[in-house]
Structures are given as C-alpha cells and as structure tokens.
C-alpha cells in the first residue's frame, strides 16, 4: 500500500487569501485525486491529477479556483484560491494502486476561514 | 447521476452486539463497491472492496458485506462489535471501468464498552 502524507495538516486562513495543500507518496503512481469534505458532509471529488496533463476536474470545480500541480510521480498540489468561509472543509488526497484496484487516503488538511 | 445512501448516520451498540449499516447506489450498470473506515484521528482505510465473484467479500477485523445486485446494496455487518470499531464508515462505489469514488454521507458508529 502506499504511503501518504499532506502539509499542513491544518490551518486557519483569512478571507480572500489562498492556500496550497501539498500531497507527498512514497512511490510513483500514475493516478492521484483531490477529495473535499465539508463539515457533516461526505468525501467529494474536486479533480483527478495525472502526470504530465492538465488535471480533470469534476462538475462544480473549476481550475482557477482549485488550481492543482502534478510536477512529477509522487507529488501534487491543490490550492484553495480567493478563500471564503464556505471553503472551511478538510481536503484529501488519495492514489490509485497499481492494479487500479483501491484508492490509498491521505491524512487530510483541515481547513478553515474565518 | 451516480449516487450512495446510507441511510444510519449515527449508531450506538453495545461490545458484542451485532452490527449491519446499510448501503444502498443508484448506478444501474456494473459497479466496484467498497467499504471506508476512518477511526478517531486516523486516515481512512479500506475494510472490503468487490469487485466480480462471490457476493459475499470478507474483509480486515471480521467485516464483511453482501452485494445483491438486485436491490444496489451492499450492506456491510459485523456478528459482534468491539469497542475499537468505533469510528466512522463510508460505503463508495465506482463504474467498472472509472476511477471515480462516490462516497456516501458516512455512519459514525459508537460502540460502548
């Protein structure tokens, strides 16, 4: 299985600023993906980051407000961009394995704006 | 669109009791299903997963679920709860096919010693 991490694993922002997520894996994967769950809500998929291409992004996010980098195999990031209180949400990201068999979960960035 | 119910969001048992938290999708077509498990604190982690086979998938700590096709569930039980299970669990399918997960909205489960 891989292993995941995220920076930071939390951080309290003001309004109107932006925050970049970092994702780090501990092996190359093709397949990685950025989930948001906001409070009492279930995991949602914001987009999908493929190395070497523009990440797809799913119906209701849009890249300048969730601009995502994939500079190589083992590393990504999303930024939250122009943040409001309805941002206030944790955000995941996973990898595919190998056989595109099970999607491994990072830790998490729990975020909120005031 | 493709979507998951579950339809206990909060359960509370007691240690040894029986456990079964439903799951129900909409998609009509062929589906991979699986069970997430977040405990306090932790990453969510894969219980069980099916994908093709025998409808009943066993999966890590004594989980196990129950595809039936006809009625789109995937109920996942426990014959005997620990308090350690405490945590919350997300049932999430995908097309066969398709990398895309849809979770459902999650069950905190509280299992008091």
């Known amino acids: ?114 | 669109a493709q979507s998951v119910s579950q339809h206990n969001h909060h359960v509370i048992l007691s240690e040894a009791a029986s456990l079964e938290l439903g799951c129900n999708y909409s998609y009509g077509g062929t589906v991979n299903l699986f069970w997430y498990v977040q405990y306090p604190g932790q990453h969510l982690q894969l219980l069980l997963k099916y994908f093709s086979g025998d409808p009943l998938v066993k999966g890590i700590k004594g989980f196990e679920a129950e595809f039936i096709k006809s009625k789109f569930s995937f109920n996942l039980r426990k014959p005997s709860v620990q308090w350690s299970d405490t945590a919350e669990y997300f049932c999430a399918v995908t097309r066969t096919g398709f990398q895309k997960l849809v979770f459902g909205t999650g069950t905190r489960l509280l299992v008091s010693p």
């Open chain 1, 1 to 114: 299985s891989a292993v995941i991490s995220q920076k930071p694993s939390r951080d309290i922002c003001q309004r109107g600023t932006s925050l970049t997520i970092q994702c780090q894996v501990d092996s190359q994967v093709t397949m990685m993906f950025w989930y948001r769950q906001q409070p009492g809500q279930s995991l949602t998929l914001i987009a999908t980051a493929n190395q070497g291409s523009e990440a797809t992004y799913e119906s209701g996010f849009v890249i300048d407000k969730f601009p995502i980098s994939r500079p190589n195999l083992t590393f990504s990031t999303l930024t939250v961009s122009n943040m409001s209180p309805e941002d206030s949400s944790i955000y995941l990201c996973s990898v595919e394995d190998q056989g595109g068999h099970e999607q491994f979960f990072g830790p998490g960035t729990r975020l909120t704006v005031l």
